[in-house]
């Protein structure tokens, strides 16, 4: 395969948001609203550098327990954000408010 079609792994960024923030997505397999929310997720958290953690129900049973109805779920710093379905800009506030 071509070097240029080739898919690079992303680099971790650094920036003032990364150190203060982590955002988990709490999902199961076989969820379109899960995949839906991952793309949101992966696309705010490589925008501003911020780690972000993928959680399965089915290999916790804490979370499925806690999350079954809700997911996907997004916690930032471990307090829950949202559910079902993931709004790109209010994640994004979210993230950055308190730098503003």
């Not at 070097?3 to 960024?13: G, I, S, T, V």
């Not at 969820?31 to 911020?50: F, I, R, T």
């Not at 129900?57 to 379905?85: A, K, M, S």
Request: aromatic fraction near 8%; glycine fraction near 4%; proline fraction near 6%.
């Amino acid at each position: 395969m071509s070097p240029l079609f080739r898919r690079q792994p992303a680099r971790p960024q650094t920036s003032e948001y990364s150190e203060n923030h982590l955002v988990t997505l709490i999902r199961k397999p076989g969820c379109h609203l899960c995949d839906d929310a991952q793309l949101v997720v992966e696309k705010v958290c490589a925008e501003l550098g911020v780690p972000w953690e993928g959680k399965d129900i089915t290999e916790d049973r804490q979370l499925h327990d806690q999350y079954w109805e809700q997911i996907p779920v997004v916690l930032v710093d471990g307090r829950q954000h949202t559910f079902w379905r993931v709004n790109e800009e209010r994640l994004r506030k979210a993230l950055t408010d308190q730098y503003k």
